[in-house]
């Protein structure tokens, strides 16, 4: 089974349009996480979910919201959307929150392209 | 300024042949920092984690070290392989006031050629 899916693997879509990518994780973990990896592939923490405890990194769009029903799904819904959106989206959950001591496991990523 | 910076940005080498991969971070306080090997198409997954105390860790033909006292960490790849090529990226632990967070490099693109 694989420990973090998300879906679509591949998102293509109009500038305005709203979109979502959904995740889920079978490992148990209480954090989950998004991150960016944009064209130079440098990976960039959007958000990170914990315990319910929602971290948003401050250089986001209000555009971009997580919703997480549980603790193992967390979506992230895009509105409005624009042309330096398109990257590849990563899912990850962790046992604990923000150490290397506790290894990401990712998902195999969303590429999403704003046409 | 917490930063971790990978070298070189990328790297063509001959299948059979060694290559080492370098991370300097300026995170303080260190607490530990791991690697992660990254497949074309895949998601990041976890090689191996080099704690404050250690020097040297193998895992297979993968060998980390890290310097904590001149703040280098090095990933040497032995006997290359085709499936070696993809990104691998360094990420530290730095501790603040709110906690603790993971500063990731921009990693190192390794293609191994025949």
């Known amino acids: 089974d694989t420990a973090v899916s998300q879906t679509p693997k591949y998102l293509v879509t109009q500038m305005g349009n709203d979109k979502s990518i959904k995740c889920e994780q079978n490992l148990g973990h209480d954090t989950m996480y998004w991150y960016k990896q944009d064209s130079k592939k440098f990976l960039k923490i959007m958000f990170s979910y914990n315990n319910k405890e929602l971290i948003i990194n401050e250089t986001v769009p209000n555009r971009f919201s997580p919703k997480s029903p549980d603790k193992a799904h967390l979506n992230l819904h895009i509105n409005s959307l624009e042309l330096g959106d398109s990257a590849v989206y990563f899912c990850a959950s962790s046992q604990v929150h923000g150490t290397v001591s506790s290894p990401l496991h990712f998902g195999n990523g969303t590429r999403l392209t704003v046409t | 300024k917490n930063q971790v910076e990978q070298s070189p940005q990328s790297l063509i080498i001959l299948e059979g042949k060694n290559c080492t991969l370098q991370?300097?971070?300026?995170?303080?306080?260190?607490?530990?920092l791991r690697w992660y090997k990254q497949d074309t198409g895949r998601g990041p997954v976890s090689l191996t984690i080099?704690?404050?105390?250690?020097n040297t860790k193998s895992n297979g033909r993968y060998t980390a070290t890290l310097d904590a006292d001149t703040k280098q960490s090095s990933l040497h790849i032995t006997a290359s392989q085709l499936s070696d090529s993809a990104s691998y990226i360094c990420v530290v632990s730095a501790a603040n006031q709110a906690g603790t967070a993971l500063i990731f490099g921009k990693g190192t693109t390794l293609s191994v050629s025949s």
């Open positions: 080099m704690t404050f105390s250690e």
């Open positions: 991370c300097n971070y300026t995170v303080s306080p260190f607490s530990n």
